[in-house]
Every structure is written in C-alpha cells, then in structure tokens.
C-alpha cells in the first residue's frame, strides 16, 4: 500500500509527523468550569487582571513604616530617632497618618499608612522606649514594599488563550477573584480492540488467548493528556463489524484508536475501514522505527485514526511519538517552542548496545543513581513482554542514522508520564 508520499516502504517518525502535522483538526467545543476543576485544563480565551493586585501598599517584612527621607544619612553609629504613632494591625486598613519624623510598627503583608514610602527591618532598629526608635540603616523610596499594582495591573492579561493551567495559575485566579474560566472541551479518543484472540480482562483465558491490555494502557496515557478515554470494547476480525464500530466510534470521539489491526494479514482490516470510511484516509502504513513498524496513520474526515500494533511496548512508543503531539493540538495547546513536550533528564547508558541503522529505535530503560551520576539501564526484551513496560522509567531513542550506543554515553531519557 502507498502512503500520501507515493512510497511502499516504512516512512521515517519524521516523515510521519510532517504528514499528521499538515492536517487540519477541529478544535474540541468550549465550556465554563469552575477553577476547582480547572487543574490541567487550557484556556480557550485570554484572562485579564478585573483589579490591580495587591490592591494597596503592603509590607514585605516586619518593622516600621517611615518616610524615607526621614532615614536618609541613618548609619549604626550615626542613627536616626523616630516617633513611634503605634502599630498597623493585619487585616486593616490604618487610620495612622504620619507626618515627618514619625514611624508606625508593621507586620509583614501589612498596608503602609498615609506618609509612609517604605519599610525599616526590625534589625536595623532599635527601640528606646513606647515613644521613641532608633534607625540605623538609610531605606530608599519602595524599599521592603510593594506597590498595589506592582503584582497584577488592572486590564492586565495574566495567562493567554491555549495555556494549560498548573497549579499555581488556578492560585493567582482565586487571588483575582475569579472563579470560572472558559476552557476547551477535553478531547474524547474512543479505543476499539481487535482480534479473535482477545478477550475481556475479567475473564478466564484458554489457551491461544491474551487478556485486552492494550485498552487500560491507552485510557491511562489518554487520561494522562489530559483527554477522555472512550473504551468501545473487543470486535472480532470481521471486517463488517469493524466497520460499523469505526462508524459509531468516531460519531461519539475526537480520535479513534484500534489495536490489533496493523500487521499484514488477512483478518486485518483497520488501513482498509480507514479508506473507505472518509478522506483522506491512510496516511502512511509503516514507520521506521522499533518497536511499533506497523503503524497506521489516518484522517477520516477531520478526525485522527490510528491502526496500532497489539504489542504492550509498540502501542507506547506509537501513543507517545504520533498520538500525544496530536492530542496536544486537539486540546488546544499551545506549547513554548523553548520547552521539551515531555519531562527528559540526562544519564550515562550503562552498557555497549547496537541498533540497525535505517530505523528509530525506542529503548525502554529505567533510571538509578550511582555514586552521584544518573544511569540509563536497558530493560530488554521483546516489544510482546508487559515486564518491559512495568519495570520502565522511560524510553531512550537511537536516531536512525546511529549504529548504537556506547557505555558510559550520555543520553537523554524521555520518561513517561505519571
């Protein structure tokens, strides 16, 4: 079969991700939630600041609010005396007014009264008595202060449209007031598991048969992405039935994801289904890579369908090279350039390892420290073999022009989400 480049063989990963990336996809609706339910969301419009943060003067240490110039040429052996006019209590707004040469205790957090531009610390004082302190440290204007609009101006946008929220953007959203932000729908991936072998994961196997794994691998890395997973259930190779389930699996999702219907073979239909249900169809039928060579990518009329290999490792490496970008975009997401799209640390391969050139090869690797320096360890074994999924942190790549990788070779190490 030829993919959209006229070619027979597998592509090159890069040569398919140019194929999927050229495709336009539909954007998923929008709702509004509230910001409890906001973690990991991105945002379908900008948001601006309704008010200016933090709304008034406040301290950022404790000691006292003076008049800078009152301090200035102040020194420990050449101080300065000030008139204590009492103390701001948290949580209020002061009715102290100073006027020049006098001074007010202040916590941290707390409003400067009127008169006061900025903050002596504690340290730097030294109190003689109720009335009466010493400063010994001159304090420019500003100094241990900040503004009421230094943080957040009025009008301003704190986060942009396409941002997924973190944590610390639902915090700054509750420190505006704002309680409900308008986010994409999240991406539904309906899943389809293929084959006559296969059976449900609560029944009893006989022998030739294999308990569906692939669909609890796929719903948590959907989950993962922040999408929906839709499990659609086991279909046997019957390419009419297969057909109907693409049918109906694809009116209810945003991406559909069969497995077990990749590798030649007369019971598998998934690159046929995906012709003649929409355009344009198959994108390409093979990548140069390992594991997961038989991989199909598709587009059924604006929605992406992936034909995945039945092998635990193979649908991971597939999930985490074509279908996590594009999940990404389905979202609406837009990432920093800058930024790595997964979590990467560096380490030392702990051992002589050859890979044919020609492909891209996923080593599955997990991650210890010795003697203060992080080691990749290859978890080998075949891609069929659930250990060598269980017992990994993440997955090292050997470009396809690269023959293999040395001991003690510093790699990078794209570890898998949690």
């Known amino acids: 079969m030829k993919d959209l480049l006229g070619r027979d063989n597998a592509i090159t990963v890069e040569d398919a991700l140019m194929l999927l990336n050229k495709q336009k996809l539909g954007i998923t609706g929008i709702e509004l939630i509230p910001i409890e339910n906001a973690f990991g969301r991105v945002l379908a419009q900008d948001v601006a600041s309704p008010e200016n943060l933090p709304g008034f003067n406040r301290s950022t240490m404790d000691g006292y609010a003076v008049n ?5 040429g102040a020194s420990d052996t050449m101080p300065v005396y000030l008139q204590i006019k009492g103390q701001v209590l948290m949580g209020q707004r002061p009715e102290i007014k100073l006027r020049r040469g006098e001074t007010c205790q202040i916590p941290t957090g ?20 109720n009335e009466m302190v010493e400063v010994m440290k001159t304090v420019s204007p500003g100094e241990n202060v900040i503004m009421f609009d230094e943080d957040v101006k009025k009008g301003e ?9 973190r944590p610390q953007d639902i915090g700054a959203l509750a420190g505006l007031g704002i309680l409900e932000i308008e986010a994409y729908v999240k991406p539904v991936v309906a899943i389809i598991s293929t084959g006559d072998e296969v059976v449900p994961a609560d029944k009893p196997i006989s022998i030739g048969e294999v308990r569906d794994i692939n669909s609890y691998n796929l719903a948590g890395m959907i989950s ?5 997973p839709l499990k659609k259930g086991i279909i046997k190779d019957d390419l009419d039935v297969l057909r109907e389930a693409v049918k109906q699996a694809l009116n209810e999702s945003d991406m559909l994801l069969i497995t077990g219907g990749s590798s030649v073979g007369v019971a598998d239909y998934t690159a046929r289904v995906i012709n003649e249900l929409g355009s344009p169809g198959v994108l390409f039928h093979g990548v140069a890579m390992k594991p997961g060579k038989p991989v199909i990518g598709g587009i059924v009329d604006g929605k992406p369908v992936f034909g995945l290999p039945g092998h635990p490792a193979a649908i991971t490496v597939s999930f985490e090279t074509f279908i996590e970008p594009l999940l990404i975009r389905l979202s609406g997401e837009i990432q920093k350039p800058a930024l790595p799209s997964r979590r990467i640390v560096r380490a030392l391969f702990s051992r002589n390892l050859s890979s044919a050139i020609g492909r891209e090869e996923h080593l599955r690797v997990y991650v210890e420290r010795r003697n203060g320096a992080l080691w990749a360890i290859p978890v080998l074994g075949k891609s069929g073999l659930i250990r060598t999924l269980v017992q990994a942190d993440g997955i090292v790549i050997v470009p396809m022009k690269k023959s293999g990788i040395y001991e003690g070779e510093e790699v990078e190490v794209r570890l898998f989400n949690t």
């Not at 800078?68 to 200035?72: G, K, L, P, V």
């Open 157 to 165: 946008v704190i986060l942009k449209a396409g941002h997924r929220l």
């Open 68 to 72: 800078s110039a009152d301090t200035f």
């Open 224 to 228: 993962a992405c922040q999408a929906v």
């Open 110 to 129: 707390g409003m400067l009264p009127e008169g006061a531009d900025a903050i002596v610390m504690f340290e730097n004082t030294s109190r003689l008595d």
